[in-house]
């Protein structure tokens, strides 16, 4: 469960700990889930991106909410709190245990009528998605991004913002790929596509936000993309 990237800093270990530590927590049950699953040390986003999605949501103000990669669910149930009354999240996951943990994170969050989770293969239910979403957030199997970037631009309004978890890799992301280990090549390789194919393109606008193991941010200028 361990995520070893989030131990190996790409900001001075001092200015992550100001971060994690020195901004506001979050209230309530919410929080506790937070530092359940710190303690625990099951992989859910840090909190110094916690506070930047509190931040970007808080400024975007989204209606439709898409997730790939459930986990325990807590980033979604942090996510549902920015929705307003007449918002929802849709998330996606595939692991029978997380699935379990997110149902039960939901229900104790009382959101199980705010957020809807897809049991299934991203790969097989991403295209059968028709809504349009204002936010999507995609922190799931690191070499899919790639794959699961086309239907993702398809399903993202335009001017709405894509945000994609731990795209740098602990910084060996900019390693060759002879020097990474032969059983994390696939995933170097891919995310390197999928960066290159994201920056380089003229219709869609994209920042890299070093905190946690790295963001990119990504909107789309028009309503087709063709990548």
């Known amino acids: 469960m361990r995520n070893e990237m989030m131990h190996r800093p790409v900001v001075k270990k001092e200015l992550l700990d100001f971060m994690r530590e020195k901004q506001k927590k979050l209230p309530g049950e919410l929080g506790v889930v937070e530092e359940e699953a710190h303690a625990d040390g099951v992989p859910v986003i840090p909190h110094e991106t916690v506070v930047f999605l509190q ?7 989204p209606k439709n909410i898409l997730e790939i990669g459930a986990a325990i669910g807590f980033s979604s149930s942090l996510m549902a709190q920015y929705v307003g009354e007449d ?29 809807t989770l897809l049991e299934g293969e991203a790969a097989d239910i991403l295209p059968t998605l028709n809504e349009s979403y204002d936010f999507i957030f995609m922190d799931s199997a690191k070499s899919k991004y790639i794959e699961f970037l086309p239907n993702c631009l398809r399903l993202l309004r335009v001017g709405g913002v894509l945000m994609v978890d731990d795209v740098f890799q602990a910084g060996t ?6 020097d990474i280990p032969r059983g994390k090549r696939a995933i170097h390789r891919k995310l390197n596509e999928f960066l290159e194919t994201v920056m380089a393109h003229p219709d869609l606008t994209s920042s890299l936000v070093p905190l946690g193991d790295g963001i990119i941010l990504i909107t789309k200028e028009n309503e087709t993309i063709e990548l």
């Open 87 to 115: 918002g929802h999240v849709t998330t996606i996951d595939r692991f029978d245990i997380m699935i379990k943990k997110a149902k039960k994170t939901y229900e104790r969050l009382n959101l199980t009528d705010k957020v």
């Open 55 to 61: 931040f970007l949501l808080g400024q975007i103000k």
């Open 173 to 178: 992301i900019l390693e060759p790929l002879e």
